[in-house]
């Protein structure tokens, strides 16, 4: 981010987010925007597709480059690219600046005992009287399924100064 061009990039960014969200097979985005007193000047976004084929069509559509285009004059140096897949795509940082496993796993765990509970108690007791594999082969979808969609962005949210000591005030 060139200094002083902040506002006027994440205008941009906004607008840009705004509109993007109408392109075919593009399921949602989320801005990562620096804080003023971390001292970084790196915007992250992080968006989901239907398939990698409408990832690859989005990322070369022209709502796209004209983006790239616009912001041009407003950024220092090119964008980067990561792909996330899984429960991993919470835990956002690059690998060495990833928060060390025992904290990722003590967050994942912290995820997963609540929602096997709750399961437990409410879906486990329909699911009870159903054959083993087919009774786990569901249980364990919907734990998936909360745990991704669900539990993990809120618990990485609430831990991020912890997870993240370094990004500590990063708004995500």
Same mark, same amino acid.
């Given at each position: 981010?060139?200094?002083?061009? &902040?506002?006027?990039?994440?205008? &941009?960014?906004?607008? $840009? ?21 971390? +001292? ?25 480059? &004209? ?9 220092? +140096? ?9 429960? &991993? ?28 509970? $709750?399961?437990?108690?409410?879906? +486990? ?13 569901? $249980? ?33």
């Amino acid at each position: 981010m060139k200094p002083g061009r &902040e506002r006027d990039f994440e205008r &941009e960014l906004l607008a $840009f987010a705004q509109r993007s969200l109408v392109e075919s097979g593009t399921r949602g985005v989320h801005l990562i925007y620096p804080s003023s007193s971390s +001292g970084s000047n790196e915007y992250g976004i992080l968006r989901t597709f239907v398939s990698e084929s409408d990832r690859t069509a989005f990322y070369q559509s022209p709502l796209y480059c &004209e983006w790239l285009t616009a912001i041009k004059p407003l950024v220092d +140096g090119e964008p980067e690219y990561r792909q996330l897949h899984g429960l &991993e795509a919470w835990f956002r940082n690059p690998p060495s600046d990833s928060p060390p496993l025992w904290k990722m796993a003590i967050a994942t765990y912290l995820g997963v005992v609540p929602v096997i509970m $709750f399961l437990a108690l409410t879906l +486990g007791r329909l699911l009870q009287n159903w054959n083993f594999v087919l009774n786990n082969i569901v $249980f364990n979808a919907f734990v998936v399924a909360l745990l991704t969609w669900v539990v993990m962005p809120l618990i990485t949210m609430a831990l991020h100064g912890w997870l993240n000591p370094k990004y500590e005030n990063t708004i995500i």
